[in-house]
């Protein structure tokens, strides 16, 4: 069975820095794609960032130039360096890994609290 596991959430003050990490197992292939999505409270889920197995990546408008995403060394991990946080960066962090039959597979989520 697949699973995203995130870690690296917490509370921090506006202009901090946090970092998100992703570890997927239970998989015989590696995702084609990976990438971070957040859900703030009263909103929809919306992307953050998104990086393929070329290492194309792709960011939201109020996240670029603050948010990096990268490939981890081990397989199917990512990672996410959110710096210059605001309180509108509040929200929870999903993980989330594109298959090679384009299936998608969703971590559990880890909390994201910026506060002014």
């Known amino acids: 069975q697949v699973q995203l596991v995130e870690s690296g959430g917490g509370l921090v003050q506006a202009g901090g820095s946090l970092r998100l990490s992703c570890a997927g197992s239970?998989?015989?292939?590696?995702?084609?794609?990976m990438g971070w999505y957040r859900q703030a409270p009263g909103k929809q889920r919306e992307l953050v960032a998104t990086?393929?197995?070329?290492?194309?990546?792709n960011y939201a408008d109020s996240v670029k130039g603050r948010f990096t995403i990268s490939r981890g060394n081990a397989k199917n991990t990512v990672h996410l360096q959110m710096n210059s946080l605001k309180p509108e960066d509040t929200a929870v962090y999903y993980c989330n890994g594109v298959g090679p039959f384009h299936q998608n597979d969703w971590g559990q989520g880890t909390q994201v609290t910026v506060s002014s």
């Open positions: 239970g998989t015989t292939f590696n995702f084609n794609q």
């Open positions: 990086i393929n197995n070329r290492d194309t990546t």
